[in-house]
């Protein structure tokens, strides 16, 4: 979700400060993804240069500027609301990204890395398991809020040492290994190193 998003959803209630703008996306997200003050007010900048929100007056004896949604906003966050997230790009996952090279670079132990990684999704998943446990029997509306984005983490969390324990099960079916020890001598030896290689071999032996 783009903080773009957020900020109109927010201000679709009410005309808020920057300030408060903040601490209610990170109080409804759980704190999951934080902002900065300067970010909002980046973003709001913005938002106004697009005509899709306006300061309310003037500034308080703060110096702080209340923004409210203009009419154009107020279309945009409702189209938001109803529209399906797009799914047709894919985001650059750093793991999937990480194993795809690890699989074909050479002197890489690939069991490692899975086995590193599921010991870390494991160790993510059980602070998760816990943070949930301690939830209210009778949340809020911003529990509730925290619980949806909390339990999208445990599933996401789930799913990834699923995954990793499919790619060690293809991996262990794969003459992989043969592969990349291939490529590991390949890449000792060098292109520099063949025609030394070559030459000494016997005649009746070289190619």
Same mark, same amino acid.
């Given at each position: 979700?783009?903080?773009?998003?957020?900020?109109?959803?927010?201000?679709?209630?009410?005309?808020?400060?920057?300030?408060?703008? %903040?601490?209610?996306?990170?109080?409804?997200?759980?704190?999951?993804?934080?902002?900065?003050?300067?970010?909002?007010?980046?973003?709001?900048?913005?938002?106004?240069?697009?005509?899709?929100?306006?300061?309310?007056?003037?500034?308080?004896?703060?110096?702080?500027?209340?923004? %409210?949604?203009?009419?154009?906003?107020?279309?945009?966050?409702?189209?938001?609301?109803?529209?399906?997230?797009?799914?047709?790009?894919?985001?650059?996952?750093?793991?999937?990204?990480?194993?795809?090279?690890?699989?074909?670079?050479?002197?890489?132990?690939?069991?490692?890395?899975?086995?590193?990684?599921?010991?870390?999704?494991?160790?993510?998943?059980?602070?998760?398991?816990?943070?949930?446990? %301690?939830?209210?029997?009778?949340?809020?509306?911003?529990?509730?809020?925290?619980?949806?984005?909390?339990?999208?983490?445990?599933?996401?969390?789930?799913?990834?040492?699923?995954?990793?324990?499919?790619?060690?099960?293809?991996?262990?079916?794969?003459?992989?290994?043969?592969? %990349?020890?291939?490529?590991?001598?390949?890449?000792?030896?060098?292109?520099?190193?063949?025609?030394?290689?070559?030459?000494?071999?016997?005649?009746?032996?070289?190619?």
């Amino acid at each position: 979700m783009s903080v773009k998003q957020g900020l109109l959803a927010l201000l679709a209630e009410e005309p808020m400060y920057g300030a408060r703008l %903040r601490s209610e996306f990170e109080a409804r997200t759980g704190g999951t993804w934080p902002l900065n003050v300067g970010q909002v007010y980046t973003t709001l900048a913005r938002l106004e240069r697009d005509g899709l929100v306006e300061p309310v007056g003037g500034s308080d004896d703060e110096g702080r500027i209340a923004y %409210r949604l203009t009419a154009a906003g107020l279309s945009e966050i409702e189209s938001w609301w109803l529209t399906p997230v797009d799914r047709d790009s894919t985001p650059r996952d750093e793991l999937v990204i990480k194993l795809a090279l690890a699989v074909t670079a050479p002197g890489v132990d690939v069991q490692r890395v899975v086995q590193a990684q599921r010991t870390a999704t494991l160790r993510h998943l059980r602070d998760l398991t816990r943070l949930k446990s %301690r939830a209210s029997d009778e949340p809020s509306a911003n529990d509730v809020a925290w619980l949806l984005v909390l339990e999208n983490l445990l599933f996401a969390a789930e799913a990834e040492v699923r995954w990793l324990d499919h790619v060690e099960s293809t991996l262990s079916r794969m003459p992989a290994a043969a592969v %990349r020890r291939a490529s590991a001598v390949d890449a000792v030896a060098g292109p520099s190193d063949t025609p030394r290689t070559a030459a000494a071999l016997p005649k009746g032996a070289r190619a």
